[in-house]
């Protein structure tokens, strides 16, 4: 799980974050990014596949990333954003935003792994883009964790507000009791409003 980023210190990089987002498909709610840099390696936190992970064990493992990195940054594009420059954009800009956190607590890398098939146009440093990272790299699996546990919480924050949606447990999937609340109530305002939910488009029907 470390392969990639031995290879990046091989070459004389020291401070190589991983970088991974989540919330790129959900109907609602932000999408958020996670840098996470770790004080030294070979680590092991028993992380294979971060998407593999129950919420439980994610709750439980990012205690221990915070306690173990250099530092952890998170980013965040909100979905009236999303609905202005698309969800592919704003994935790299919340991406890009983590990676200023870490810069704004003096911790700027001089590498980035990133999760997925594009590195970040607006990161002025060095990038490898690493397709399944999350399952591949232990830097892009702990930011998947931070990322996931962070979105998670927001949710869990609009479920309190919006109950009709049951966000706390789809975290704004489309899930069928999701898009039948949808049907129903029309959408809240933490939906995305770019964003049809299916053949019959219950989002649109729901206006």
């Not at 546990?149 to 704004?172: C, L």
Request: net charge positive; aromatic share 8%; charged share 25%.
């Amino acid at each position: 799980m470390d392969l990639f980023e031995k290879q990046a210190r091989a070459t004389g990089y020291k401070l190589i974050a991983g970088v991974d987002e989540a919330g790129r498909g959900p109907l609602a709610g932000p999408v958020v990014a996670a840098a996470v840099i770790f004080r030294e390696l070979p680590l092991n936190l028993g992380i294979k596949d971060s998407k593999a992970l129950s919420p439980k064990k994610r709750i439980e493992l990012a205690p221990e990333i915070f306690a173990r990195a250099l530092a952890v940054g998170v980013g965040i594009v909100w979905q009236d954003e999303i609905d202005e420059v698309n969800i592919h954009h704003a994935s790299l800009k919340a991406m890009a935003k983590a990676i200023g956190g870490l810069i704004e607590k003096g911790v700027a890398p001089d590498f980035a792994l990133v999760d997925g098939r594009f590195v970040i146009p607006s990161l002025d440093i060095p990038q490898k883009a690493v397709v399944a990272g999350d399952s591949l790299s232990v830097s892009i699996a702990a930011a998947s964790i931070i990322a996931k546990t962070t979105r998670d919480h927001i949710m869990k924050v609009y479920d309190a507000i919006y109950p009709e949606y049951n966000f706390a447990r789809n975290k704004g999937y489309g899930t069928e009791v999701h898009m039948a609340a949808i049907f129903r109530y029309g959408r809240s305002p933490v939906h995305r409003k770019t964003f049809a939910c299916g053949r019959r488009d219950e989002c649109r029907a729901g206006l």
